[in-house]
């Protein structure tokens, strides 16, 4: 996604997101939950859309809390279905709650969902996409390759020439480590 470099930089909705977070490495599991929902929220729609309701999508899912949305119930999902400041599809919903549990469990069998990140790299593109449909709900080609190369996992967030690239070089992520 080079082109992003292009676009990104100086952008209202963009800037930021590309210049600060956009293939930094991330280990907390509330920022990690959070780039999956927005990542499988964002599929059919553009990335824009999606950073524009972010706020809204923290305040519906409760700051990304992993526990709290694993609990969600029917009401839960009646409320987000409602709410004007997300994306309002049932699948997506409800794979964000599904997906909360397995967080869940990716706790239990390796101490967090970033160990089991680690636990599985490397991978290619191709092999993660397979072990992300068989964990997750709605984990497609496109978003698990965002998601991975937004985390750092896959290359290709930043081309060579971005200044971005530079600083993420100097925090070494997962893409850049010897195999």
């Not at 709290?68 to 699948?91: P, T």
């Not at 390759?145 to 060579?160: I, K, N, R, T, V």
Request: charged share 25%; proline share 4%.
């Amino acid at each position: 996604m080079s082109g992003y470099c292009s676009i990104a930089p100086g952008h209202p909705v963009h800037d930021y997101y590309h210049a600060h977070e956009y293939g930094f490495p991330q280990r907390d599991e509330r920022e990690l939950f959070e780039r999956l929902v927005l990542e499988i929220n964002q599929a059919g729609l553009s990335w824009e859309t999606i950073l524009k309701k972010r706020e809204g999508f923290r305040r519906a899912y409760e700051g990304f809390e992993v526990d709290r949305v694993a609990r969600y119930a029917e009401q839960d999902i009646e409320r987000l279905l409602s709410d004007a400041g997300i994306i309002r599809n049932r699948l997506k919903v409800l794979a964000a709650i599904h997906n909360a549990q397995v967080i869940q469990g990716l706790r239990a069998s390796h101490g967090s969902f970033a160990a089991w990140l680690d636990a599985h790299h490397p991978r290619s593109k191709a092999e993660w996409v397979k072990l992300f449909k068989k964990t997750f709900r709605f984990t497609g080609g496109e978003i698990t390759g965002e998601f991975l190369m937004s985390l750092g996992y896959l290359p290709g967030a930043h081309h060579e020439g971005c200044p971005v690239y530079a600083r993420i070089a100097t925090l070494t992520p997962a893409w850049m480590q010897a195999v």
